[in-house]
């Protein structure tokens, strides 16, 4: 029972590099999304797509790609990092729109 | 914009006590769902309520949705170090999005 799976689970860059963040579910879910969790602010939600091919922006989406190819990937690309994006990253997906999230285990990224 | 705001933030008390968290906003939602989050882990469904004034048991969790369906409240009864955790709720609404509370982190003392 895989679920939602991130990778990697941890992970550093300096200020300016891209990087790729993975998302992959086993759900056959058509919702997918991701979210970034700072201190005392929940969850903001960055991207999400609705089934393969459909892509939109959330409440933060400045800094952050997306594309959803496939029903079972979603990943996340920052194109140059910046130390305001370190944050804890989580991916979900659901069955539906507004339907119950599932999510992974996150992604720890520091940008010094 | 945080549309959801949970109070208290931090909660600190001893087992056996009970508690209530609360989720306000101005705005109204299709549902709201409550997660619970453990160090290192995402958060996972504890419910899900829909219909405004809605009342829902979880052993000893208890859940209500708001009349106007814009507020929420978490009690536990006898709270148990199990207990421990993030507790976030969730408001939907209709253009496919979640909106988090800023989340009450709990921690019970045995």
């Known amino acids: 029972n895989a679920g939602v799976t991130q990778t990697p689970k941890f992970q550093v860059l300096k200020t300016g590099q891209s990087m790729t963040l993975q998302c992959a579910q086993d759900?056959?879910?058509?919702?997918m999304s991701w979210y970034r969790q700072d201190p005392g602010m929940g969850l903001r939600l960055i991207h999400y797509s609705v089934g393969a091919g459909i892509t939109d922006q959330g409440e933060v989406p400045n800094g952050y790609n997306v594309s959803r190819s496939t029903t079972e990937d979603f990943p996340l690309r920052l194109l140059s990092a910046a130390p305001s994006q370190t944050s804890v990253y989580f991916c979900?997906?659901?069955?539906?729109?507004?339907?119950?999230?599932?999510f992974g285990n996150g992604t720890r990224l520091t940008v010094t | 914009t945080q549309l959801l705001e949970q109070s208290p933030q931090f909660l600190s008390i001893q087992e056996g006590e009970n508690l209530t968290v609360y989720c306000n906003s101005s705005?109204?939602?299709?549902?709201l769902q409550w997660y619970r989050q453990e160090p290192g882990e995402g958060p996972v469904l504890l419910v899900t309520v829909v219909t405004g004034g809605e009342v829902k048991k979880l052993k000893r969790l208890t859940f209500q949705f708001g009349d106007a369906r814009k507020d929420s409240s978490l009690h536990i009864t006898a709270a148990q170090p199990g207990d421990t955790g993030l507790y976030l709720c969730?408001?939907?609404?209709?253009?496919?999005?979640?909106?988090f509370g800023t989340g009450t982190s709990l921690t019970v003392i045995p």
């Open positions: 705005s109204v939602f299709s549902s």
């Open positions: 979900a997906s659901s069955f539906a729109a507004n339907s119950p999230l599932h």
């Open positions: 969730a408001g939907a609404n209709t253009g496919n999005q979640f909106y």
């Open positions: 759900m056959n879910h058509e919702y």
